[in-house]
């Protein structure tokens, strides 16, 4: 058993990018995973994004731990750390829309800055993709495993398998691709071809080294 303050697992990504979906299937599998709420006594791992930022005395990043997190995030700590990521192209609609929260985008934009020295700047989608890129840029740098929620369950399902528990078999099971956010399709093939050839680089990069299609390959 593990102290209500020591979870086993912390499971992080950038907003918009699959977390409900990984505490859900994580907690299928029979490792009762939170997310984005307080644990609770069974609970055995905290999915959130926010816990990407590592808080130092003075950083200025508030609110610290995400919004309404600081009177509870900053009691736990974790044995693991693994990380979710989403096809960024089916990501992008999403994240424009949670960059409009300006606490949401403002903590994320100053940590980037903080930790990798780089800004984040131009159009609604540039900024976007380069919130995405560098918040994987940190998470990637620093995580032990991370899976592609399109992709990788089974490999997922073997980690904890490894590291925690035999899972709970899901064979035949219909596995929901959970999303309590509005649906919205705006971003287009068309969309990028005002992006930053330099950013769209980065981006294609991207997909290249995690094992996503990339921009002219997602839209073929």
Not at 11 to 17: A, D, E, K, L, N
């Amino acid at each position: 058993m593990h102290m209500s303050n020591n979870l086993q697992l912390l499971v992080t990504g950038h907003p918009r990018c699959g977390s409900k979906f990984s505490a859900h299937y994580i907690t299928l599998l029979g490792l009762q995973t939170s997310h984005e709420l307080p644990p609770k006594p069974k609970h055995h791992g905290l999915c959130s994004w926010a816990y990407t930022i590592k808080h130092t005395k003075g950083d200025k990043i508030t609110p610290r731990y995400g919004y309404g997190g600081d009177g509870w995030r900053k009691m736990y700590t974790f044995e693991n750390t693994i990380v979710h990521i989403r096809n960024p192209f089916d990501s992008f609609d999403a994240i424009i829309n949670e960059n409009q929260f300006k606490w949401s985008y403002n903590i994320r934009c100053k940590y980037i800055k903080n930790k990798l020295g780089k800004s984040v700047t131009g159009s609604e989608l540039e900024c976007a993709i380069l919130c995405y890129l560098y918040w994987y840029e940190i998470l990637l740098d620093e995580c032990e495993f991370y899976f592609r929620i399109e992709y990788d369950l089974d490999k997922l399902k073997s980690y904890i398998a490894e590291k925690f528990i035999e899972p709970n078999d899901l064979t035949g099971q219909t596995i929901n691709k959970v999303n309590s956010k509005t649906k919205i399709r705006t971003i287009t093939k068309d969309s990028f071809k005002s992006v930053n050839s330099e950013i769209m680089q980065q981006l294609n990069d991207f997909c290249v080294k995690v094992g996503y299609p990339t921009y002219e390959e997602h839209f073929r």
